[in-house]
């Protein structure tokens, strides 16, 4: 009898969770919020808003498993997030960084993560949290590409997240003109090195990046199609 309460409970209790994760975003109507909340940005033509339960997120993910140990089509951990049309859509995910282990040590809040969704192999996802927030980018073979990003009116304490698609995004791009002068030598490339320059054999790979920068005041920085 105590067996099978306990696994009752246990059962219970993996359910509540489950319905936890699922149930972390609100679908939100434009109209109920008092303010413009695209107030001196720009206004994509279609688009859906949201809430976030962002501590039961962040909570969540703890449990998701590292890309060294399973791949993200195998992962068991899901992950639910909102459309630029309003349903939503489970991706199977892992834990993914970007930084470097001495530089994520540092900054223990942002954290990267990678997926594959559960009804289409061929949508994958890359997101992160931080301080600031969830933002993410789901990719689809032949179809625009999905932003979900935090957005809040200024002077606004309420946060709320827009979904939307890049064909929706007004293209404000300038034209790109590289200065760089053309340098005379060449690169050669050992030979017994070329093989394992292929990026589709399925290897996980790491790669290091030196970048310098110079240092301005600390800015918020939004997505280009939430900029003034």
């Not at 107030?39 to 997120?57: A, D, I, T």
């Not at 009804?119 to 994958?124: F, G, L, Q, V």
Request: charged content about 20%.
């Amino acid at each position: 009898m105590r067996k099978h309460i306990l696994f009752l409970a246990a059962l219970l209790v993996t359910f509540a969770a489950n319905a936890q994760k699922s149930n972390l975003w609100t679908s939100v109507s434009e109209s109920s919020i008092k303010y413009n909340l695209f107030e001196g940005r720009k206004k994509p033509s279609s688009y859906r808003l949201f809430q976030l339960n962002e501590l039961v997120m962040r909570s969540s993910l703890t449990s998701a498993p590292s890309e060294r140990v399973v791949s993200a089509s195998a992962s068991s951990f899901l992950v639910t997030v909102p459309s630029e049309n309003g349903s939503f859509e489970q991706f199977r995910v892992v834990d993914a960084p970007v930084m470097d282990p001495s530089l994520s040590a540092k900054y223990p809040g942002i954290k990267s993560y990678a997926g594959i969704s559960v009804a289409n192999a061929e949508r994958t996802i890359r997101f992160s949290v931080s301080p600031e927030g969830f933002n993410a980018m789901i990719f689809a073979t032949g179809k625009s590409t999905v932003y979900i990003d935090p957005v809040s009116a200024p002077g606004q304490t309420a946060k709320y997240y827009i979904a939307v698609a890049r064909k929706d995004v007004q293209d404000d791009r300038q034209p790109f003109s590289c200065l760089t002068e053309p340098a005379n030598s060449k690169i050669s490339i050992p030979s017994d090195i070329t093989g394992r320059l292929a990026a589709d054999d399925g290897r996980l790979r790491t790669y290091r990046l030196a970048l310098m920068a110079q240092k301005q005041p600390m800015q918020k920085e939004k997505p280009k199609y939430l900029q003034p």
